[in-house]
């Protein structure tokens, strides 16, 4: 039996990596990509996001800002869903496992004058930077993107917890994908796990995908942070959604996409990004865990639009997702209708 249409929040997702084969990583990287990409996106009824930029040179990463940037100048629904660029890296930790799938040859210390020049490709949208806090000068680094109004997030690390703290008192606000992109063993007590998670001044990223984080850790976890200091994300890759295979991938090299949409390293059991967007997050969220799905959906959109200063962006009228049997039927960005199923 159908359940009667409803009208919810738009989603707000802050990793996004690509989907649907469109990737913000790619080489050849263009506009259209940007453009056909946030397409995608409204049809699963993300209304904003961010960008996801990860470990490159720099001159590639200048590349990809510019990209975005352009793509934001020549639409204002895309400006609009665009709301700013995630980047992930590059001063990340070396170590497999906390490493992930970004490539060790370009990792490096923080620079604040590379965070500069990041802003000036960007034209100011660099809104999140993802950091190891046990880099060398992390902290100052810290300090100074979150005085420029940058937020820190810390993510792909092996720190100690007297690191984690350091980071939070320059000024970190923002756990990435906590309980990934970590080593796969821990000391029992203390890790940096249990700091992130008790430090009430982190805001944790969760990936609601059912590979990222069993339903149990996912559940404690947000139990933990209490469901305010908690937001759900995709990170989704560009493989996102795409059939079963073995695929080559220009910034993680062999991926292999299972039947189950989990993404791997080729060979490896190292996760290489979601292959859910952040609507199928959600629904799975909703399905295994047991929280308010209300309280799951604030977790997805009021919450993380708040993190950007987009407080009213979520609420009833502007950004919205019309939803019958969990299939998106209409969004709508902006008080405009930019998908109709």
């Known amino acids: 039996m159908s359940a009667d249409p409803r009208v919810e929040p738009g989603l707000v997702d802050l990793q996004v990596n690509g989907y649907a084969g469109h990737d913000v990583n790619a080489d050849d990287v263009t506009p259209d990509t940007l453009a056909d990409l946030t397409r995608a996106l409204w049809g699963r009824g993300v209304t904003t996001y961010l960008p996801t930029v990860i470990t490159a040179s720099e001159e590639k990463i200048l590349h990809v800002l510019s990209v975005i940037a352009a793509a934001r100048r020549e639409d204002p629904l895309l400006a609009h869903s665009i709301a700013g660029v995630h980047v992930e890296g590059p001063s990340l930790a070396t170590e497999d496992g906390p490493r992930g799938a970004h490539d060790i040859a370009h990792l490096r210390d923080p620079d604040v004058a590379e965070l500069d020049r990041w802003q000036q490709a960007a034209e100011g949208a660099v809104r999140l930077v993802t950091l190891a806090p046990e880099r060398a000068g992390a902290a100052p680094y810290i300090a100074a993107a979150s005085a420029r109004g940058v937020r820190i997030s810390l993510g792909h690390c092996a720190p100690s917890p007297q690191q984690v703290r350091a980071g939070v008192e320059a000024g970190a606000t923002l756990s990435t994908h906590l309980g990934n992109g970590a080593a796969s063993m821990l000391p ?154």
């Open 188 to 341: 029992r007590h203390p890790n940096h796990l249990w700091t992130q998670l008790a430090d009430d001044r982190l805001t944790a990223m969760l990936i609601a995908d059912g590979h990222h984080l069993p339903a149990d850790t996912l559940t404690v976890m947000i139990r933990a942070k209490g469901p305010e200091r908690c937001v759900l994300t995709s990170d989704s890759a560009a493989l996102a959604g795409m059939p079963p295979g073995r695929y080559r991938t220009p910034v993680g090299g062999d991926v292999e996409v299972a039947a189950d949409g989990r993404l791997t390293l080729a060979g490896t059991e190292y996760l290489a990004g979601s292959g859910s967007d952040l609507r199928t997050c959600m629904n799975w969220a909703r399905a295994a865990l047991p929280i308010d799905p209300a309280t799951l959906g604030d977790m997805a959109s009021r919450i993380p639009a708040s993190l950007l200063g987009l407080e009213g962006r979520t609420a009833a009228g502007g950004d919205s997702v019309l939803v019958e049997d969990d299939q998106v039927i209409e969004t709508r960005v902006a008080g405009t209708v930019v998908h109709r199923a």
